[in-house]
């Protein structure tokens, strides 16, 4: 699964800071919309790894919702205004960027648009010494 | 008891375990488009398999891959499979990896920040199997592509392809004292020439230099076709140098 790698990639985040010598206090994981992780596998993932390195981690789950806006004219708009086949969305789900391939601005037909959130996996972690 | 806060971007660390399954990384680049790079890249990755290394090759050039249609690979008919990450095509005895299966050879314009993120994405993500060599191909210019693949990759070296044109040896230039200041171990291969025009140019900046490969018409012809690629005056010539890294 895709998301084996990506919980892999948080987790080797985690294991960084470990390796130091500190303590992970709370790692909060932040879920874009757009690439429409499987939140029940990906966590599945990530507490199987986490147990290697590090038992009792505090971890948040925050769901992101995408959000884009038009470089040309503006305009911002949502996931939940696009029509996707499920082709376009599982190419997306692998590849975030792969958008700019089938989505447009709904308002002038422009693909120079910003994913302003929403976009993919991102961490904050807090650790002590 | 002191507290420490920070937001990251897993994917790079990611891309160091993903990467961790490949010994060596050799990254074609130009500055320059419209050298060879792309044709370079197959061939010389194709020979290296046929030589009984485990090789795999990247297609780094997000907006613009051509890797797909070297190969003769139609990404509507083929994906990359998946096994705790994404698990690379193989064709012709190589493990292939390109965006193009997710773009679906549409137009996909991107801004710089976006092309990096697709490649930290990628490197993230594809899970490569035990390599010998991962042969990348990359785009031109000195922008996001370039300067990724010089920071994401560890330990890689660079080949430089260059024809002896006065701009392209001009841009060339360029990415040559970049690789030298940065300390890359870099080799120059002269495409496209009549004789070996750039091995001042090579010597100045303290690269070695691995040869020169002749215009060859029929080229154009056998794109699409590896084999024939291979087994062309233009694979010969790319064999010669390759003999002289692998």
Redesign the interface.
Known sequence: ??E???A???V??VE??VEKG?RV?KLRIYLGELQSVDREVFEQYVSMMLREVQENVDVEYVDEEAEFSCRVCGYKWSLSELELDEDERE??H?????V???VKCPRCSS??Y??ERG??????????? | MSRHYTVLDPRLEGAKKMLSSVSRIIAVMSSKGGVGKTLFSAVFASIASRKGFRVGLLDLDITNPGLHVVLGIDPLSIQPGEEKGITPVSISRLEFMSTVFYTRDNPSPMRGTSVDNAIREVLAATRWSRLDILVVDTAPGLSDVAISTLEYFPGVEVVVVATPSRLSINSIEKLLKLLSEMKYKKYLVENMSSGNLLVDLARKYHTVYLGSIDYYREVEEYIGDIEKLVSSRFGRSVEEIANKIL
């Open positions: 699964m895709h084996f790698a990506l892999q990639a948080v080797a985040e960084k800071i500190y206090e190419a997306i692998f590849l975030p960027e792969a700019y391939s089938y693909r120079d910003a994913i976009r993919g996996v991102r961490i904050s972690i807090e650790y002590s010494e």
